[in-house]
């Protein structure tokens, strides 16, 4: 394998902890930029993005880590609103169709992948339900059409038998089977890895991102920033504040209620569903174009979500699941199996909170509010961005930076790091190639003083994860500590099992990280 340099575009997006004292000194010692962002989600980094690349200094302050809050428990999709389609909200089922399309075909193609979910047809299936499955499926297609995504990157829907619908699905429940409809959508690498891409392209256009700095109070004028990592407090002075915390929106800006919706997901081993090459989805009883579905992924996992209820309450920095919703789970999933998942088969679970806008005069369930997100506040007061869906993180941004800037968007054709052609990839393990891009031969060159580095950290563990994606974690990514790779660079931690193995490995790549040479630069 040979070395692999970084170009010069690339190196200014390397987000490392002396790079962050930099940033943060300077900030400290009175720079004032024309914007900052208070939140490091994916609304947060976009919004950053977005700013930089109409040409604002832009700073970011994250009070833990990038993809720390919601942005790292969704179903990892990026889906063209089928849902919503399904519910009348034609509005917002558009807006994902088009950002959906600018994520597959510009902004990150090599982090998302076409999949086929199966909604089975059982001959208990109500005459009703089939068609409007066939109309949403359909109707659903048009949109997808009409924002120029090509059939060559998400096939059309069709039909197919009973058995090829269990050749896909290993498990789906045979008994009265009659086949299933077929819709393509696109599955997420990750999500926290889409956050990070982001949050390093926008670093690369010169935006200064500070993580484990919590904003204690906020102006118009700039913000109180209590270091987290390094210690000591400090001001930030800006000419506009935006406040992109997500479900912690109200703290800093009371005049903001959210509606926090939860939702969970399981995660089960791939084996228990017979490794299916197919998401299944099984519609909920009474509720339409509503369904519980799973997503198998390249790791030999599957994830099964999802509930929406709401969540009342102090907001939890990492929310939990009930157990009422992992029954619920259960309930809808296992009439669709041959064999019924019990709660001992699942490896753990994960829980997000949406950001939803409350509506006062709304008093239903929280999955009838509205995905659409929200704007408030103008140039001169704090600017505020709640609700909204991962998929369309870009648009949310763009109608935020809108409110202070005359400059033109710029983001719907600039391409994440790692989205750009890639060099030969002689050697560098498909992994890599899969969840890095351009930059997989890069991420590889780190083991060339010690090919071992290519192995995965355990075998014990259901992630293959390799020794080069913990040391790029710390050199490229903005990793401070063990819990930043295990949690969100990474995912093993959506297995605890898998975390308690694997915590000692990635201490010792940690600690063997000062005795690596640096990434080259060319």
């Given at each position: 394998m040979t070395s692999q340099t970084v170009r010069p575009g690339e190196q200014m997006s390397m987000l490392t902890a002396a790079r962050r004292r930099k940033e943060r000194d300077e900030l400290a010692a009175g720079h004032v930029v024309d914007l900052l962002v208070v939140g490091g989600g994916v609304t947060g980094v976009g919004i950053a993005l977005d700013a930089a690349t109409r040409g604002l200094d832009v700073a970011l302050v994250e009070a833990y880590d990038f993809a720390f809050g919601t942005s790292r428990w969704s179903s990892k999709m990026v889906h063209g609103g089928l849902r919503y389609l399904a519910s009348g909200k034609v509005g917002v089922a558009w807006e994902s169709a088009v950002e959906r399309?600018?994520?597959?075909?510009?902004?990150?193609?090599?982090?998302?992948?076409?999949?086929?979910?199966?909604?089975?047809?059982?001959?208990?299936?109500?005459?009703?339900?089939?068609?409007?499955?066939?109309?949403?499926?359909?109707?659903?297609?048009?949109?997808?059409?009409?924002?120029?995504?090509?059939?060559?990157?998400?096939?059309?829907?069709?039909?197919?038998?009973?058995?090829?619908?269990?050749?896909?699905?290993?498990?789906?429940?045979?008994?009265?089977?009659?086949?299933?409809?077929?819709?393509?959508?696109?599955?997420?690498?990750?999500?926290?890895?889409?956050?990070?891409?982001?949050?390093?392209?926008?670093?690369?256009?010169?935006?200064?991102?500070?993580?484990?700095?919590?904003?204690?109070?906020?102006t118009p004028a700039g913000a109180v920033i209590q270091d987290e990592f390094d210690g000591g407090e400090f001001t930030i002075n800006a000419r506009q504040v935006i406040n992109a915390t997500g479900v912690w929106a109200g703290s800093l800006d009371p005049s903001i209620t959210v509606t926090p919706s939860r939702g969970t997901h399981l995660v089960?081993?791939?084996?228990?569903?017979?490794?299916?090459?197919?998401?299944?989805?099984?519609?909920?009883?009474?509720?339409?174009?509503?369904?519980?579905?799973?997503?198998?992924?390249?790791?030999?996992?599957?994830?099964?979500?999802?509930?929406?209820?709401?969540?009342?309450?102090?907001?939890?920095?990492?929310?939990?699941?009930?157990?009422?919703?992992?029954?619920?789970?259960?309930?809808?999933?296992?009439?669709?199996?041959?064999?019924?998942?019990?709660?001992?088969?699942?490896?753990?679970?994960?829980?997000?909170?949406?950001?939803?806008?409350?509506?006062?005069?709304h008093d239903g369930a929280t999955a009838d509010i509205s995905r659409h997100h929200l704007v408030t506040g103008k140039a001169g007061e704090v600017i505020t961005v709640t609700g909204g869906k991962l998929t369309t993180y870009r648009r949310m941004a763009q109608d935020a930076v809108d409110r202070i800037s005359d400059a033109p968007c710029q983001t719907r054709r600039i391409a994440l790091v790692g989205a750009g052609p890639a060099a030969p990839a002689v050697g560098v393990p498909a992994r890599l190639q899969r969840r890095f891009g351009s930059e997989a031969g890069l991420v590889a060159s780190l083991a060339d003083s010690n090919p071992h580095l290519?192995?995965?950290?355990?075998k014990d563990i259901h992630s293959p994860v390799l020794g080069v994606e913990v040391l790029w974690a710390q050199q490229a990514e903005a990793a401070l500590t063990i819990d930043d790779v295990l949690e969100r660079r990474t995912r093993i931690s959506l297995v605890p099992a898998d975390a308690q193995i694997a915590r000692p490995m990635v201490v010792q790549l940690f600690e063997d990280v000062h005795a690596q040479p640096p990434v080259p630069v060319g």
């Amino acid at each position: 394998m040979t070395s692999q340099t970084v170009r010069p575009g690339e190196q200014m997006s390397m987000l490392t902890a002396a790079r962050r004292r930099k940033e943060r000194d300077e900030l400290a010692a009175g720079h004032v930029v024309d914007l900052l962002v208070v939140g490091g989600g994916v609304t947060g980094v976009g919004i950053a993005l977005d700013a930089a690349t109409r040409g604002l200094d832009v700073a970011l302050v994250e009070a833990y880590d990038f993809a720390f809050g919601t942005s790292r428990w969704s179903s990892k999709m990026v889906h063209g609103g089928l849902r919503y389609l399904a519910s009348g909200k034609v509005g917002v089922a558009w807006e994902s169709a088009v950002e959906r399309a600018c994520i597959a075909q510009h902004i990150a193609p090599h982090l998302v992948h076409p999949f086929a979910q199966l909604v089975p047809i059982w001959e208990s299936t109500p005459t009703g339900q089939r068609i409007a499955t066939r109309a949403g499926l359909t109707a659903g297609d048009a949109l997808r059409r009409a924002s120029r995504l090509p059939h060559t990157r998400l096939p059309a829907p069709s039909k197919i038998s009973a058995s090829r619908a269990r050749e896909l699905v290993p498990t789906m429940n045979a008994d009265g089977l009659q086949g299933a409809y077929v819709s393509w959508d696109f599955k997420l690498e990750d999500d926290a890895r889409l956050v990070v891409a982001i949050a390093r392209t926008a670093a690369a256009y010169g935006a200064k991102l500070i993580t484990r700095a919590r904003a204690t109070s906020v102006t118009p004028a700039g913000a109180v920033i209590q270091d987290e990592f390094d210690g000591g407090e400090f001001t930030i002075n800006a000419r506009q504040v935006i406040n992109a915390t997500g479900v912690w929106a109200g703290s800093l800006d009371p005049s903001i209620t959210v509606t926090p919706s939860r939702g969970t997901h399981l995660v089960l081993p791939a084996s228990l569903l017979g490794s299916p090459r197919a998401s299944i989805a099984v519609p909920v009883p009474g509720h339409f174009g509503r369904f519980v579905f799973t997503i198998p992924q390249f790791d030999d996992v599957v994830y099964v979500g999802l509930t929406d209820v709401a969540a009342p309450g102090p907001i939890a920095s990492v929310p939990t699941p009930d157990a009422d919703e992992i029954d619920w789970i259960l309930s809808i999933l296992n009439p669709g199996l041959d064999n019924p998942i019990d709660k001992s088969d699942i490896l753990g679970t994960f829980a997000g909170l949406r950001p939803l806008v409350a509506d006062p005069e709304h008093d239903g369930a929280t999955a009838d509010i509205s995905r659409h997100h929200l704007v408030t506040g103008k140039a001169g007061e704090v600017i505020t961005v709640t609700g909204g869906k991962l998929t369309t993180y870009r648009r949310m941004a763009q109608d935020a930076v809108d409110r202070i800037s005359d400059a033109p968007c710029q983001t719907r054709r600039i391409a994440l790091v790692g989205a750009g052609p890639a060099a030969p990839a002689v050697g560098v393990p498909a992994r890599l190639q899969r969840r890095f891009g351009s930059e997989a031969g890069l991420v590889a060159s780190l083991a060339d003083s010690n090919p071992h580095l290519l192995e995965p950290i355990s075998k014990d563990i259901h992630s293959p994860v390799l020794g080069v994606e913990v040391l790029w974690a710390q050199q490229a990514e903005a990793a401070l500590t063990i819990d930043d790779v295990l949690e969100r660079r990474t995912r093993i931690s959506l297995v605890p099992a898998d975390a308690q193995i694997a915590r000692p490995m990635v201490v010792q790549l940690f600690e063997d990280v000062h005795a690596q040479p640096p990434v080259p630069v060319g």
